[in-house]
T-cell receptor
């Protein structure tokens, strides 16, 4: 079972920041938080991941709380092309699980003009 | 970023026939590849994990004799749906784990294959 909880859907105005929350209260010390998104009828696209420090790349920022029980993905200036289902996943990066990703239901983000 | 190529993107077949889906890592070596299935409006479900040169590990409820997986090289894994039936119609997606990716490794996904069995 997925170890994360996300709201099923969110709306965001084009050009505004989209803040997508994720709860992962049972996260273990060696588990990373990964974010992927899936645009309709395509494979998931990697966005960002982190362990405990906040991370930023060209796509987004990831804010992880100090207790690591929740995180927020921030798309700073959402565009219509950011409309997708966003998945927050916790994962052991290496080891016996072989690092597979277990997908929950994600958040369907709709960016509106 | 790394590229995973999946082919075909869409296939329509008759009930009872077999369909092969290919997943290639184009610019990196993938020791492990994963196969997922996604039904409409549902999330991705892991079907099996394949390691180069060894037998695949199937998730509970996935028939290994129906979904044949071969991972003969570090850049290619194939999924063959044998004797396909309409209930096998789904979106199949592969992902690849880069060899030696380290603690901050990512999984890269193919673009998916929409299988429709008539």
């Amino acid at each position: 079972d997925a170890k994360t909880t996300q709201p099923p859907s969110m709306d965001c105005a084009e050009g505004r920041a989209a803040n997508l929350p994720c709860n992962h209260s049972t996260i273990s010390g060696n588990e990373y938080v990964y974010w992927y998104r899936q645009i309709h009828s395509q494979g998931p696209q990697y966005i960002i991941h982190g362990l405990k420090n906040n991370e930023t790349n060209e796509m987004a920022s990831l804010i992880i709380t100090e207790d690591r029980k929740s995180s927020t993905l921030i798309l700073p200036h959402a565009t219509l092309r950011d409309t997708a289902v966003y998945y927050c996943i916790v994962r052991v990066s290496t080891g016996g699980s072989q690092g597979n990703l277990i997908f929950g239901k994600g958040t369907k983000l709709s960016v509106k003009p | 970023g790394a590229v995973v190529s999946q082919h075909p993107s869409r296939v329509i077949c008759k009930s009872g026939t077999s369909v092969k889906i290919e997943c290639r890592s184009l610019d990196f070596q993938a020791t492990t590849m994963f196969w997922y299935r996604q039904f409409p409006k549902q999330s991705l479900m892991l079907m099996a994990t394949s390691n180069e040169g060894s037998k695949a590990t199937y998730e509970q409820g996935v028939e290994k004799d129906k979904f044949l997986i071969n991972h003969a090289s570090l850049t290619l894994s194939t999924l063959t749906v044998t004797s396909a039936h309409p209930e096998d119609s789904s979106f199949y997606i592969c992902s690849a784990r880069q060899k030696g990716g380290g603690a901050r490794e990512k999984l890269f996904f193919g673009s998916g294959t929409q299988l429709s069995v008539l």
